[in-house]
């Protein structure tokens, strides 16, 4: 069965401290990946999603950027954290094939910037 | 027209009733429209899906209405369970170029069961 684990699963970093979050899944090949994020209270916002290694396609412009050095490896980085990048990290897979929409997350990175 | 409307925000339920929450969208190309449970501190788990060529969906309890003409879905608890004390969100999609697709989410409602 697939797995998709994400870590830290909680992070407290000062302002203009440089981030690393990592996703990775087991059990798949070849998945699409994604990293939404979510503010307290509210719905989730796509931030970024890859359908391949080194292919990043990015939704909102921000302080954030992501990379897919492997299959099933996702991270989200930033170089100078904002207080306006805490939230809830969500990274997402699905399979890559055509009309299997089933999006799966992982259980999140709550990101605290003081 | 890539927003997903949902209401209520939140809602209160006794143990055994139905809930019933209510998501509308304006873009026609969206194909795909599941629901997601999430609970506090967790990531969201898919709940049950329904594809824009069925009016009806029913896995166990949990039941999505479809209506194409007006571009409205919605999701039906029945006999709801304090353990179903949740977050739902709507959530609907349409593929991309890149053999990829995007989930637009819907705001979220609260869900409250009480015993």
């Known amino acids: 069965s697939q797995t998709i684990h994400q870590w830290p699963a909680t992070l407290v970093q000062p302002v203009g401290s440089p981030l690393s979050l990592e996703c990775t899944v087991e059990g798949t090949s070849n998945p699409n990946l994604y990293w939404y994020r979510q503010a307290a209270g509210r719905g989730l916002q796509l931030l970024f999603y890859?359908?391949?290694?080194?292919?990043i396609s990015s939704e909102v412009p921000q302080n954030l950027s992501a990379s897919r050095p492997q299959d099933r490896q996702f991270i989200l980085s930033s170089k100078k954290l904002l207080l306006s990048d805490s939230g809830f990290y969500l990274c997402a897979w699905s399979v890559r094939l055509r009309r299997s929409y089933e999006q799966y997350f992982g259980p999140g990175t709550r990101l605290t910037v003081t | 027209q890539q927003q997903v409307k949902q209401s209520p925000q939140s809602l209160i339920v006794q143990k055994g009733g139905i809930s019933i929450i209510n998501c509308a969208y304006e873009?026609?190309?969206?194909?795909?429209f599941p629901w997601y449970q999430q609970f506090p501190g967790k990531g969201p788990a898919l709940l049950i899906a329904i594809r824009p060529d069925v009016s009806e969906k029913k896995e166990g309890r949990f039941t999505i209405s479809f209506n194409k003409s007006a571009k409205q879905f919605s999701l039906h608890i029945m006999d709801s369970q304090p353990g179903d004390s949740a977050t739902y969100f709507c959530a609907a999609s349409k593929g991309l170029a890149d053999s990829s697709y995007k989930l637009i989410f819907g705001s979220g409602t609260r869900l409250l069961v009480r015993p």
């Open positions: 873009n026609t190309a969206f194909d795909y």
């Open positions: 890859s359908v391949g290694i080194g292919q």
